[in-house]
């Protein structure tokens, strides 16, 4: 495992004091002093550095913003090396900004580290922590010192934590062995995956791989327990429906900024944070989680990956992608409801099982859905039952990296005969098509097989092959290894020969003369020439030492007599000497191949423009770097070139170009280009101007404001930024907004906050946050209120109470006040006085030992605390007797944990009073049903020792009760509740299904249920002793039951239910044997009263309805129905406009027009529909003015003694078909007006009686519903009589027969009335005798209905329809009849609905 070595840092000499953390998450401080001066302040960041993760060669960048009083020195640090080099850490510091600024122009990956930022001043210290990671570019190799050491340590056999680097350290890159993998995956597998991945990796001792991997885990746990808090949740990877792979970690850091890296097969892996951009790797946090994710997966992602933090190892998982695909993707399928929906599809190769997943979530084997696989599998299958319009969505297939999906689609039933019926499940399924997907598999099968034909047959060859050079390799190693020792005993023997021989002639030239002494010298040079020319002729071949025969048996070092031959070349097809078949020597050449040029790329950029952000006021550069120096070049903005100013600069300093602007602003923001030699390069310049606040206010702001309760806190602080800027206040996390006691007021660069009548609750911290659209930026301050404490706290703990004294002690207040508590003050009382004496303050600590006591009496007491603040309220003591025994509280009741014929098992919760020593046992006793006598169940010396105990003196069939007292030091204190009664037989069989379940009321939101309790059968189903009832909504799968405990009645009624839902309700019945089979209502229930039909309640309803144009149309009507109607109004069989205004209410509904027109006349009918029926009812609303007098009017005699009254029709006759006329008549011998017809719906009236020598005038009036028109008057008309000479002729004396038959005058007209309205009839008939006149309808005489007023008046008959309805169309016919004859007359009457 990667360990971390811990960096600490030392404080100065001297330098000791508090330390806490500051309000800015990451910085720890330490205070010299105990107490600060006023107007000082120890130092603290106000912006602290963040961690940084940048690329190799990049510039990277530290900034920091300060505060305290004095103003604090900031130097920087690193946790492995020093910054002295000035060159490579440039430490900044900018008094405009107040920013502190640590530069590394050029990173490398040594400088990777953990850096510290320190301020001081003469009151304290503050520190913050900061990590820079460097992401490597190109391969790097390593020294080959430390090569060769790392190799070295590889190389032994040493433990598997042993190869597992420091903490604190990246772990080195390089893939993992195979021992290292197998480790890896079993420490973050499941215990029920062991056995597989032993079985894959070939680990054979289980039992050793448990205790290793236990003893692996414990030494992990110990160096994550460093940088983590708690890690949970470890979902390895999946591979989802959009093909990408995630995994999931959820951990709690103990430093935020800690860094975490990913590897695959040990070999970092760079990702990004940022979830929107297009990388392979990412990684999104939210809140504790971390989710990884691998995008555009493919086969080369396959592999072992590993999260670490700080180079501590803490999850592991295997990514196995299969080599499969989809040869036939699932199709989108169409069913209706209560069908089943079939999805399948078919894979190129075989897998036990594919993911299947329905709208996002994983879908599993269950009543609900069936995965099947074929036998071969390849085909693959997902059955979803019983769909229901929730059921409907998108399901999706994922095979190893790929995945396919398709939509289900529910159709729902339609027929009306069902709806709010449980529709029956049909039994036929939607999609399938087995015949084309099984031949589809037997190709995917057949081609599978060949091509695993074909890996077995190069399997076959490459290991045949490899064998063959292993076997090679291992000849040519016995070959070489027997060659070097014939040659090592062939060289020691020839040495030992030449020694002799030498010595032999050395031996010889001594006895020789002095003379001979050169020519024996010569001869035995000659001889050792000889012997050394022997050795040379042939190669002696001198074995490597031990260790080079271990690592190359094969390799040999050749000792040559003779120099090498230069320049010789070797044919390829020789073999070499010693060395194996595979391997050819080199052809060697003399000379290059090609003629060496040296080409001038010219001018380039060896380091281009980086866009750069910049705040408004603080200076900004940008740098590019050319290959050349004196390299002279053309800056451009927004494509103008830039000319210099006071603000922006340009200068070049060797290769390097530079863009300097002092003090930057919004006119500075865009693209900035540097031209020279025909090359370009280009950055962009961004201007922020975010929220920040005023330095000096924000030191005045951050002191702590002290006061006390009732008082008031001012925070007011000073800011920039741009506009518009959101200003929000709060208090411990919660937002504040004007009230009373909050007043927030907001100026032109400044905000205040002031809190009135405050209280010890509001003590807390107060945030100012600032937000526009380039950040955010917060300020803390703390507001502490001070108050006198809280009553001291109970329960009273008794230390002693003995015959001497009473020793008690209490917990301090809750709250203190903000205040140390100085005393405490106690009084006390014995009981049966009504004095109380003061024992005064005893001090600050929560204990009290009272002496002063008599044996045996009570005792109470009173404590206060007593701060600078003042003293709380008093908490009074229960009563505390000197010198008695304690005994212990009654347990609670015993609960039956099971029973049998012969034993009973009870178990007890000890109790919360313990008299104030130990528990030491418990007596239990019980006592038959109906009896008064309790009875032990233990030996009186056998105490209980457990909470739980098995009464086995039980008689089978009996009916017991018990119950248990406690003991302790004092003795046995008093029983406790007794238990439920409960038999002595063994367990019973769970009921079987309640009966006649019914509903027997429901309302909008309550259901009432009964039923009857389930029959009884020995040894099968035993007596109810309980119900449960649960219902489910139609649109969720689970049950919810209604009542927690068991009901004994057959009733119950089910609360809190929604308006018209769905719900299935069942019961099941329980008893002491378990809960039976449910018993469920034939169909759903809808939360609604009992069905009603609709049916209207007004007891007068009027039909008709006339309202003046202009006023409005008000019509309301009850009814009552169940469930809820729908209420539709039609106006003449079609919907109602938009200006007519419907009101529903609970039973009641209202029609309003509110300004009529006559357009709006027309029959209104109101429609109130549900599932039980329907119910109409239709009112005329007709919507007119007061008419218009008719036109001129005109008088015609046609008949002696009548005249004919015509005019003309009124101009509202033709819209108003209700319109009709009143004729009015004037003599000259009576002056006044009188009423002569009414109800005339033609334009002409004939008068009758009328009388010559008299001057008659007629009135006409329109009228209608509204009222009467203005009369139109008729000129005056008189029949002058004629005077003739009277000439009496005397006649001769005839008998005057004055008898005729009958004889119609004037006959009847046709007419057209609407219905509801009134009709009037009228001819003139002449005859003597005068006829009888007879009405027929249709053939039907209407002498004697009373529904028609007819009268016969001088001859002239009439008929009147008081309300015309449709059974009074058809035709109408008078008859006149007297002895001399008979006529008749006919018309017709329509009647118009």
């Not at 973050?188 to 680990?203: P, T």
């Not at 207040?813 to 009084?827: A, F, Q, R, S, T």
């Given at each position: 495992?990667?360990?971390?070595s811990k960096?600490?840092?030392?404080?100065?000499?001297g330098?000791k004091?508090?330390?806490?953390r500051s309000?800015?998450?990451?910085?720890?401080?330490?205070?010299?002093?105990?107490?600060?001066?006023?107007?000082?302040s120890?130092?603290d960041?106000?912006?602290k550095p963040?961690?940084?993760?940048?690329?190799?060669?990049k510039?990277?960048?530290?900034?920091?913003?300060?505060m305290?009083?004095?103003?604090?020195?900031?130097t920087?640090n690193?946790?492995?090396?020093?910054?002295?080099?000035?060159e490579?850490?440039?430490?900044?510091?900018?008094e405009?900004?107040n920013?502190?600024?640590?530069e590394?122009?050029?990173?490398?990956?040594?400088?990777?580290d953990?850096?510290?930022?320190?301020?001081?001043?003469?009151?304290?210290?503050?520190?913050?922590?900061?990590q820079?990671n460097?992401?490597?570019?190109?391969?790097k190799?390593?020294?080959?010192?430390?090569?060769?050491?790392?190799?070295?340590e590889?190389?032994?056999?040493?433990?598997?934590?042993?190869?597992l680097?420091?903490?604190?350290?990246?772990?080195?890159?390089?893939?993992?062995?195979?021992?290292e993998?197998?480790?890896?995956?079993?420490?973050?597998?499941?215990?029920?995956?062991?056995e597989?991945i032993c079985?894959?990796?070939g680990?054979?001792?289980?039992?050793?791989?448990?205790?290793?991997?236990?003893?692996?885990?414990?030494?992990?746990?110990?160096?994550?327990?460093?940088?983590?808090?708690?890690?949970?949740?470890?979902?390895?990877?999946?591979v989802?429906?959009?093909?990408?792979?995630?995994?999931?970690i959820?951990?709690d850091?103990?430093?935020?900024?800690?860094r975490i890296f990913?590897?695959?097969?040990?070999?970092?892996?760079?990702?990004?944070?940022?979830?929107e951009?297009?990388?392979k790797?990412?990684?999104k946090?939210?809140?504790?989680?971390y989710v990884?994710?691998?995008?555009?997966?493919?086969?080369?992602?396959?592999?072992?990956?590993?999260?670490?933090?700080?180079?501590?190892?803490?999850?592991?998982?295997?990514?196995?992608i299969?080599?499969?695909?989809f040869?036939?993707?699932?199709?989108?399928?169409?069913?209706?409801e209560?069908q089943?929906?079939?999805?399948?599809?078919?894979l190129?190769?075989?897998?036990?099982?594919?993911?299947?997943?329905?709208k996002?979530?994983?879908?599993?084997?269950?009543?609900?859905?069936?995965?099947t696989?074929?036998e071969?599998?390849l085909?693959?299958?997902l059955?979803?039952?019983?769909?229901?319009?929730?059921?409907?969505?998108?399901?999706?297939a994922?095979a190893?990296?790929?995945?396919?999906?398709?939509?289900?689609?529910?159709?729902?039933?339609?027929?009306?005969a069902?709806k709010?019926k449980?529709?029956?499940?049909?039994t036929?399924q939607?999609?399938g098509?087995?015949v084309?997907?099984?031949?589809?598999?037997?190709?995917?099968?057949e081609?599978?097989?060949?091509d695993m034909?074909e890996?077995?047959?190069?399997?076959?060859?490459?290991?045949?092959e490899r064998?063959?050079?292993?076997a090679?390799?291992?000849?040519?190693k016995?070959?070489?290894?027997?060659?070097?020792?014939?040659?090592?005993?062939?060289?020691?023997?020839?040495?030992?020969?030449?020694?002799k021989?030498a010595?032999k002639?050395?031996?010889?030239?001594?006895?020789?003369a002095?003379?001979?002494?050169?020519?024996?010298?010569?001869?035995?040079?000659?001889?050792?020439?000889?012997?050394a020319a022997?050795?040379?002729?042939e190669?002696?071949v001198?074995s490597?030492?031990?260790s080079d025969?271990?690592?190359?048996a094969?390799?040999?070092?050749?000792?040559?007599s003779?120099?090498?031959?230069?320049?010789?070349v070797?044919d390829?097809?020789?073999?070499?000497?010693?060395?194996q078949?595979?391997k050819?020597r080199?052809?060697?050449?003399?000379?290059?191949?090609?003629?060496?040029?040296?080409?001038?790329?010219?001018v380039?950029?060896?380091?281009?423009?980086?866009?750069?952000?910049?705040i408004?006021?603080?200076p900004?550069?940008?740098?590019?770097?050319m290959?050349?120096e004196n390299?002279?070049?053309?800056?451009?903005k927004?494509?103008?070139?830039?000319e210099?100013?006071?603000?922006l600069?340009m200068?070049?300093?060797?290769?390097?170009?530079?863009?300097?602007?002092?003090?930057?602003s919004?006119?500075y923001?865009?693209?900035?280009?540097?031209e020279?030699d025909?090359?370009?390069?280009?950055?962009?310049?961004?201007v922020?101007?975010?929220?920040?606040?005023d330095?000096?206010?924000?030191?005045?702001?951050?002191?702590?404001?002290?006061?006390?309760?009732g008082q008031?806190?001012t925070f007011?602080?000073?800011?920039?930024g741009?506009?518009?800027?959101?200003?929000?206040w709060?208090?411990?996390?919660?937002?504040?907004?004007?009230?009373?006691n909050?007043?927030i007021e907001?100026?032109e660069?400044?905000?205040?906050?002031?809190?009135?009548?405050?209280?010890?609750?509001?003590?807390?911290?107060?945030?100012?946050?600032?937000?526009?659209?380039?950040?955010?930026s917060e300020?803390?301050?703390?507001?502490?209120i001070?108050?006198?404490?809280?009553?001291p706290?109970?329960?009273?703990?008794i230390?002693?109470?003995?015959?001497?004294?009473?020793?008690?002690?209490?917990r301090?207040?809750?709250?203190d006040?903000?205040?140390?508590i100085?005393?405490?003050i106690?009084?006390?009382?014995?009981?049966?006085?009504n004095t109380?004496?003061?024992?005064?303050?005893?001090?600050p600590?929560?204990?009290?030992?009272?002496?002063d006591?008599d044996?045996?009496?009570?005792?109470?007491?009173?404590?206060?605390a007593?701060?600078?603040?003042?003293?709380?309220?008093?908490?009074?003591?229960?009563?505390v007797q000197?010198?008695?025994?304690?005994?212990?509280?009654?347990?609670?009741?015993p609960?039956?944990?099971?029973?049998?014929?012969?034993?009973?098992?009870?178990?007890?919760?000890?109790?919360?009073?313990?008299?104030?020593?130990?528990?030491?046992?418990?007596?239990m006793?019980?006592r038959?049903?109906g009896?008064?006598?309790?009875?032990?169940v233990?030996?009186?010396?056998?105490?209980i020792?457990?909470n739980?105990?098995?009464?086995k003196?039980?008689?089978?069939?009996?009916?017991?009760?018990?119950?248990?007292?406690a003991?302790?030091?004092?003795?046995?204190?008093?029983f406790g509740?007794?238990?439920?009664?409960?038999f002595a037989r063994?367990?019973?069989?769970?009921?079987?299904?309640?009966?006649?379940?019914?509903v027997?009321?429901?309302?909008?939101?309550?259901?009432?249920?009964?039923?009857?309790?389930?029959?009884?059968?020995?040894?099968v189903?035993?007596e109810?002793?309980?119900?449960f009832v649960?219902?489910?909504?139609?649109?969720?799968?689970?049950w919810?039951?209604?009542n927690?405990?068991?009901?004994?009645?057959?009733?119950?009624?089910?609360?809190g239910?929604?308006?018209m839902?769905?719900?299935w309700?069942?019961?099941?019945?329980?008893?002491?044997?378990g809960?039976?089979?449910p018993q469920?209502?034939d169909?759903y229930?809808?939360?609604?009263?009992?069905?009603v039909?609709?049916?209207?309640t007004?007891q007068?309803?009027?039909?008709?309805m006339?309202?003046?144009?202009?006023?409005?149309?008000?019509?309301?009507?009850?009814?009552?129905?169940s469930p809820?109607?729908?209420?539709?109004?039609?106006?003449?069989?079609?919907?109602?406009?938009?200006?007519?205004?419907i009101?529903?209410?609970?039973?009641a509904?209202?029609?309003?027009i509110?300004?009529?027109?006559?357009?709006?006349?027309?029959?209104?009918?109101?429609?109130?529909?549900?599932i039980?029926?329907?119910?109409?009812?239709?009112?005329e609303i007709?919507v007119?003015d007061?008419?218009?007098?008719?036109?001129?009017v005109?008088?015609?005699e046609?008949?002696?003694?009548?005249?004919?009254?015509s005019?003309?029709p009124?101009?509202?006759?033709?819209?108003?078909?209700?319109?009709h006329?009143?004729?009015?008549?004037?003599?000259?011998?009576?002056?006044?007006?009188?009423?002569?017809a009414?109800?005339?719906?033609n334009n002409?009236?004939?008068?009758?009686?009328?009388?010559?020598?008299?001057?008659?005038q007629?009135?006409?009036?329109?009228k209608?519903?509204?009222?009467?028109?203005?009369?139109?008057?008729?000129l005056k008309?008189?029949?002058?009589?004629k005077?003739e000479?009277f000439?009496?002729?005397?006649?001769e004396?005839?008998t005057?027969?004055?008898?005729?038959p009958?004889?119609f005058?004037v006959?009847?007209?046709?007419h057209?009335?609407?219905?509801?309205?009134e009709?009037?009839?009228?001819?003139?008939?002449?005859?003597?005798?005068?006829?009888?006149?007879?009405?027929?309808?249709?053939?039907?005489?209407?002498?004697?209905?009373t529904?028609?007023?007819?009268?016969?008046?001088?001859?002239?008959?009439?008929?009147?329809?008081l309300r015309?309805?449709?059974?009074?169309s058809?035709?109408?016919?008078?008859?006149a009849?007297?002895?001399?004859?008979?006529?008749?007359?006919?018309?017709?009457l329509?009647?118009?609905?």
């Amino acid at each position: 495992m990667w360990k971390k070595s811990k960096v600490t840092d030392k404080s100065a000499e001297g330098q000791k004091g508090k330390k806490f953390r500051s309000k800015v998450p990451g910085v720890m401080i330490t205070q010299y002093v105990e107490e600060i001066p006023e107007g000082k302040s120890h130092p603290d960041f106000t912006r602290k550095p963040i961690a940084l993760t940048i690329q190799e060669g990049k510039c990277g960048m530290f900034k920091a913003i300060v505060m305290g009083e004095p103003a604090p020195k900031v130097t920087w640090n690193r946790a492995n090396g020093n910054i002295d080099d000035p060159e490579k850490f440039k430490s900044k510091y900018d008094e405009a900004s107040n920013e502190h600024t640590l530069e590394i122009p050029k990173v490398c990956t040594e400088d990777a580290d953990t850096y510290k930022c320190f301020a001081t001043n003469e009151y304290g210290e503050a520190v913050c922590t900061i990590q820079l990671n460097v992401i490597e570019v190109g391969f790097k190799k390593k020294k080959a010192i430390a090569k060769s050491k790392e190799e070295l340590e590889a190389s032994k056999p040493v433990a598997f934590r042993k190869m597992l680097k420091k903490r604190g350290e990246v772990r080195e890159q390089k893939p993992l062995e195979s021992d290292e993998k197998v480790w890896e995956i079993l420490m973050c597998a499941d215990k029920k995956d062991y056995e597989h991945i032993c079985a894959e990796y070939g680990i054979t001792n289980f039992r050793g791989m448990l205790t290793r991997l236990a003893e692996m885990k414990r030494e992990r746990e110990e160096e994550q327990a460093q940088f983590i808090e708690h890690i949970s949740s470890l979902k390895h990877i999946e591979v989802n429906a959009d093909e990408n792979a995630t995994f999931e970690i959820d951990m709690d850091l103990k430093d935020p900024s800690s860094r975490i890296f990913l590897y695959k097969d040990g070999v970092m892996v760079p990702y990004t944070k940022e979830m929107e951009e297009e990388t392979k790797h990412q990684l999104k946090r939210v809140g504790k989680k971390y989710v990884f994710t691998i995008k555009n997966l493919d086969p080369a992602d396959a592999g072992l990956y590993s999260v670490d933090v700080e180079g501590v190892n803490v999850f592991s998982t295997d990514f196995k992608i299969p080599p499969v695909n989809f040869a036939v993707k699932i199709q989108e399928v169409k069913a209706e409801e209560r069908q089943d929906a079939l999805f399948q599809c078919v894979l190129t190769g075989p897998m036990d099982e594919i993911h299947w997943m329905g709208k996002n979530a994983p879908i599993q084997n269950n009543d609900k859905f069936e995965i099947t696989v074929s036998e071969d599998k390849l085909i693959h299958k997902l059955l979803v039952k019983d769909c229901q319009p929730l059921d409907a969505g998108i399901y999706a297939a994922v095979a190893g990296i790929h995945s396919c999906n398709a939509w289900l689609v529910v159709e729902v039933d339609q027929d009306p005969a069902n709806k709010g019926k449980k529709i029956a499940r049909k039994t036929t399924q939607a999609g399938g098509g087995d015949v084309d997907l099984e031949k589809i598999a037997k190709e995917q099968a057949e081609k599978y097989k060949n091509d695993m034909e074909e890996r077995m047959a190069e399997a076959k060859i490459k290991a045949a092959e490899r064998g063959a050079a292993d076997a090679a390799a291992r000849a040519e190693k016995e070959a070489a290894e027997a060659a070097a020792k014939t040659a090592r005993k062939a060289a020691r023997a020839v040495e030992a020969k030449a020694g002799k021989k030498a010595a032999k002639l050395k031996a010889k030239a001594k006895k020789d003369a002095s003379g001979d002494v050169a020519a024996g010298d010569g001869a035995a040079a000659r001889a050792e020439g000889d012997a050394a020319a022997g050795e040379a002729e042939e190669d002696i071949v001198i074995s490597m030492d031990e260790s080079d025969e271990e690592e190359e048996a094969t390799r040999t070092k050749r000792v040559r007599s003779g120099p090498f031959v230069p320049d010789t070349v070797i044919d390829d097809d020789e073999e070499a000497p010693n060395e194996q078949p595979e391997k050819r020597r080199k052809r060697t050449r003399q000379g290059p191949l090609l003629k060496e040029e040296n080409v001038d790329p010219g001018v380039h950029f060896n380091l281009g423009l980086s866009d750069f952000t910049a705040i408004v006021g603080d200076p900004a550069e940008i740098v590019c770097k050319m290959s050349k120096e004196n390299v002279d070049g053309v800056w451009y903005k927004d494509g103008e070139e830039i000319e210099p100013d006071d603000v922006l600069t340009m200068s070049k300093d060797g290769c390097f170009q530079y863009l300097k602007i002092s003090k930057i602003s919004e006119d500075y923001a865009g693209k900035y280009k540097f031209e020279a030699d025909g090359r370009k390069t280009e950055a962009m310049i961004v201007v922020e101007d975010p929220p920040r606040f005023d330095p000096e206010g924000l030191k005045e702001f951050m002191v702590p404001i002290i006061i006390k309760k009732g008082q008031k806190a001012t925070f007011k602080i000073s800011f920039v930024g741009r506009d518009p800027m959101k200003i929000q206040w709060y208090h411990e996390g919660e937002e504040l907004s004007d009230n009373t006691n909050i007043k927030i007021e907001h100026a032109e660069g400044q905000s205040r906050l002031l809190l009135n009548k405050l209280q010890r609750k509001d003590t807390g911290e107060i945030k100012i946050k600032l937000k526009n659209d380039f950040g955010t930026s917060e300020a803390f301050a703390k507001v502490v209120i001070y108050d006198k404490p809280t009553p001291p706290m109970g329960p009273l703990e008794i230390i002693e109470a003995s015959q001497n004294a009473i020793d008690i002690k209490w917990r301090p207040p809750k709250d203190d006040g903000g205040c140390k508590i100085v005393n405490y003050i106690l009084e006390r009382q014995q009981i049966g006085r009504n004095t109380w004496k003061k024992l005064g303050p005893i001090g600050p600590e929560a204990r009290y030992k009272d002496t002063d006591v008599d044996h045996g009496r009570k005792y109470c007491y009173k404590i206060m605390a007593d701060t600078e603040m003042g003293t709380s309220e008093l908490m009074e003591t229960e009563d505390v007797q000197a010198g008695t025994k304690a005994y212990p509280g009654p347990p609670s009741a015993p609960k039956v944990v099971s029973a049998f014929k012969d034993c009973i098992t009870l178990t007890w919760i000890p109790p919360s009073n313990t008299g104030g020593t130990n528990i030491l046992g418990y007596n239990m006793e019980k006592r038959k049903k109906g009896s008064n006598l309790w009875s032990p169940v233990h030996p009186a010396d056998d105490r209980i020792k457990e909470n739980e105990f098995g009464v086995k003196d039980v008689i089978e069939g009996m009916e017991y009760e018990f119950r248990v007292a406690a003991i302790n030091n004092s003795g046995a204190g008093e029983f406790g509740a007794l238990s439920e009664f409960v038999f002595a037989r063994d367990p019973k069989k769970p009921p079987g299904k309640v009966l006649d379940l019914k509903v027997t009321d429901s309302t909008y939101t309550t259901l009432s249920l009964g039923w009857t309790k389930p029959r009884e059968e020995e040894g099968v189903e035993d007596e109810a002793k309980g119900y449960f009832v649960e219902i489910r909504p139609a649109e969720s799968p689970e049950w919810d039951r209604c009542n927690t405990n068991p009901i004994i009645m057959t009733s119950f009624t089910v609360k809190g239910m929604k308006s018209m839902a769905m719900y299935w309700v069942r019961v099941v019945a329980t008893n002491d044997g378990g809960e039976g089979k449910p018993q469920e209502l034939d169909n759903y229930i809808l939360a609604m009263p009992p069905p009603v039909r609709p049916k209207f309640t007004d007891q007068k309803i009027k039909s008709f309805m006339v309202v003046q144009a202009g006023n409005s149309a008000r019509f309301n009507i009850n009814f009552e129905a169940s469930p809820w109607p729908d209420v539709t109004w039609l106006k003449d069989g079609v919907p109602v406009s938009k200006r007519v205004t419907i009101s529903n209410t609970e039973g009641a509904s209202q029609l309003l027009i509110p300004s009529s027109e006559h357009s709006d006349t027309g029959i209104y009918t109101i429609l109130i529909k549900n599932i039980v029926g329907q119910e109409t009812f239709s009112i005329e609303i007709r919507v007119t003015d007061e008419p218009k007098p008719p036109g001129p009017v005109e008088v015609d005699e046609n008949v002696q003694g009548t005249v004919t009254v015509s005019w003309t029709p009124s101009p509202d006759e033709k819209r108003d078909n209700r319109l009709h006329y009143l004729v009015s008549k004037r003599d000259s011998s009576k002056r006044t007006w009188h009423t002569v017809a009414d109800r005339i719906f033609n334009n002409k009236f004939t008068a009758c009686n009328i009388l010559p020598g008299r001057e008659y005038q007629f009135r006409v009036y329109a009228k209608n519903d509204m009222g009467s028109s203005k009369p139109s008057e008729s000129l005056k008309w008189e029949i002058k009589g004629k005077r003739e000479k009277f000439v009496l002729q005397m006649p001769e004396s005839k008998t005057c027969n004055l008898e005729h038959p009958p004889k119609f005058l004037v006959p009847l007209k046709m007419h057209t009335t609407p219905q509801g309205y009134e009709c009037y009839m009228s001819c003139a008939v002449r005859g003597d005798p005068t006829p009888h006149v007879t009405w027929f309808r249709n053939n039907i005489s209407l002498n004697t209905n009373t529904n028609y007023l007819i009268a016969n008046t001088c001859g002239v008959c009439s008929m009147l329809i008081l309300r015309v309805g449709a059974k009074d169309s058809g035709e109408y016919t008078i008859i006149a009849e007297n002895p001399l004859g008979r006529a008749e007359c006919s018309t017709k009457l329509t009647v118009n609905d």
